[in-house]
């Protein structure tokens, strides 16, 4: 035991009693505690040292913003201002009155905005107008987890330091909910009907489901206000505001989106885009194109979205998502559902694919920078990251097979749906019980070979993932041109059947570009841009397995992880470009002889199963799947320069 400084030294404090001599005390048994007694002469008083303001942040130089002329006083009121606009009611014109902080702490009401247009109040205001909002803005990871625990049930700080939550009756996004306002401008840029996710809703409609959302939020005592910013490219960064009702909701956006340092804060001024997340109160089923009491509803024109009926907060990042797809193509910004990383050398490598196939898992790799897993832009410049955090399943977890997003999960994490010990708070990822969509929120710099900032250059390989749970897809493929591009609109992926009984089948599922639940325009105007910077930066395309082998899902097993990233190392290293090929039947595929560190044997699937027929029958059944699918796109033309490149792409696919 360390020496203390007790015992026979006595230190003189002027107010109290005079201190008890003892002698030094070896046995530890009966001494003194007289070290200096602290600062205060009341509990209260004690209590109020505790807490001291935040360091003042550096003063703003120069004159390039309007803001540098403010006060403090001046700048905390705009800021109250502009959040009183966010959550101005349409219907009475006015927005509340927003004071900042704790409604629960007794404070000064020093910073009362009161924003409106109407100076006198008049029959029509309602009995809100009279209510103070109290928002809580951009609040720390700590505060927020404080006001979870105390207010939220089901949260819980795990055993090792995240924040456990629960997001209600959703577990997953409703992409069957979300509807698009068609207007004069939309209806001609978008892309609608089928295949698409776009689902129209009118202006109307959306102003009646904004007002639920606003209603609902200025009725609470208070609000959670999130300004941030998207996209690590400085010159298409986007502002967003995000109002929430819940702490959780706060913390999985602080964590998700670009962290704007305090200088920038005061600096935010008015968003490019506001997400009013009233996901713990329903959509009312009557309202014109509601099919459920879900709804997340998105107006271009208005820079808004609306949340109601879903606490899933995985919704927020996807539906900001969303509205790159729209905002970028704009400015010939290529955006994609990839996660990124980069080797020592500055090879850049893209991992497309649909959710489960291993984005996160395999772009989160110990020996190479991580750019981001789930949204990126390419630009004339390269890639930059959307976000600012990463968004990991987490069932079946382990320590050994992914250390750094284990790891990730500590103090700040948000955890959703997760089992735990109800006395050790020990996370059992293996527990489905509440969901087998479990996940983790934290920021990208917990993973510690993040690449900050989040920007790299241009691609040399661009890996597309199926989680194929019928089996015959090869392991990794190299591609040509045409066939990624081919493999880029179909999107597919095989969903297993789960757990339910006598279901044995696995599920294809063909989502365009990776991503058709995100995308605002048309397929192909994605992909004739990927193959534009494709071929102006010679990258090279891949199609990698992360699903089954040796048999469908229910006879074979997926594909170690072990040998997934070892394929993984070889395209990155180089070597896997030299490899001996030879091309696979029906689908064409040119598939490597060996590969360091995987067994040969799998290499070609045929090989793996033992029931060859079965194989045969399979291989035809999903080339049969790819076709149909592909019907949809075969009268379309793929970007506007080489013409030959649709027919390569349309002969790309399976020939039988
Ligand atoms: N061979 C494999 N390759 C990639 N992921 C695998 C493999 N085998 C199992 N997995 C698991 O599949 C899941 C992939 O999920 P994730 O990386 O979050 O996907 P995404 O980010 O594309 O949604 C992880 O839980 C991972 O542990
Ligand atoms: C968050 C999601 O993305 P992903 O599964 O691709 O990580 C999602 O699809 O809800
Ligand atoms: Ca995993
Ligand atoms: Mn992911």
Known sequence: MAENGNGNVATENGNGLGKIHTKKNHNGICHDDSGPTVKASTIDELHSLQKKKSAPTTPISG?????????????????????????????????????????????????????????????????????????????????????????????????????????????????????????????????????????????????????????????????????QFLNWDPENRIKVRIVSARAYHSLFMHNMCIRPSPEELENFGTPDFTIYNAGKFPCNRFTHYMTSSTSIDLNLARREMVILGTQYAGEMK???????????????????????????????????????????????????????????????????????????????????????????????????????????????YTDKSVTENTRAA??????????????????????????????????????????????????????????????????????????????????????????????????TGWLVNTGWSGGSYGTGNRIKLNYTRKIIDAIHNGSLLEAEYKKSEIFGLETPTSVEGVPSEILDPVNAWSDKDSYNETLLKLAGLFKKNFETFTNYKIGTGNDNLTEEILAAGPNF
């Open 63 to 227: 004159n390039s913003t309007p803001f540098a002329t403010l006060t403090d006083e001046e700048r905390q009121k705009m800021q109250l201002q502009s959040i009183s606009a966010s959550l101005a009611s349409l219907t009475r014109e006015t927005g509340p009155k927003v004071v900042k902080g704790d409604p629960a702490k007794s404070q000064k009401v020093a910073h009362v905005t009161h924003h409106h247009h109407i100076s006198t109040p008049t029959i029509a205001v309602s009995d809100s107008a009279l209510k103070f909002t109290h928002v809580l803005y951009n609040l720390s990871p700590a505060e927020l987890y404080e006001q979870a625990i105390k207010y939220e049930k089901g949260s819980f700080v795990t055993s090792s330091g995240a924040l456990a939550t629960l997001s209600g009756a959703k577990t997953g996004r409703s992409p069957r909910d979300k509807r698009v306002v068609k207007d004069a401008v939309t209806e001609s840029e978008l892309w609608w009907g089928k295949g698409s996710p776009n689902i129209e809703m009118d202006e109307q409609t959306f102003l009646v489901n904004r007002e639920r959302a606003v209603d609902y939020l200025n009725s609470l005592d208070k609000v959670f206000v999130n300004d």
């Open 318 to 428: 996807k539906g900001l998502f969303s509205v790159m797809h729209y905002l970028m193509p704009k400015r010939n910004i290529l955006s994609l559902h990839s996660g990124s990383n980069m080797g020592k050398d500055g090879d850049v490598a893209l991992f497309f694919g649909l959710s489960g196939t291993g984005k996160t898992t395999l772009s989160t790799d110990h020996n190479r920078y991580l750019i981001g897993d789930d949204e990126h832009c390419w630009t004339e410049n390269g890639v930059s990251n959307i976000e600012g955090g990463c968004y990991a399943k987490c069932i079946d977890l382990s320590r050994e097979k992914e250390p750094d997003i284990w790891n990730a999960i500590r103090f700040g994490t948000v955890l959703e749906n997760v089992v735990f010990d109800e006395h050790t708070r020990e996370v059992d």
């Open 442 to 539: 934290y920021p990208i710099e917990y993973i510690p070979n993040a690449k900050l900032p989040c920007v790299g250059p241009h691609p040399k390989n661009v890996i597309l993932l199926a989680c194929d749970a019928f089996g015959v897809l090869p392991p990794v493929s190299k591609l040509s041109l045409a066939q990624t591009m081919y493999h880029f609109i179909s999107g597919y992926t095989a969903l297993v059947a789960g757990t339910e009984d006598g279901i044995k089948e696995p599920q294809a599922t063909f989502s365009a570009c990776f991503g058709a639940a995100f995308i605002m325009l048309h397929p192909t105007k994605y992909a004739a841009m990927l193959a534009e910077k494709m071929e102006t930066h010679g990258a």
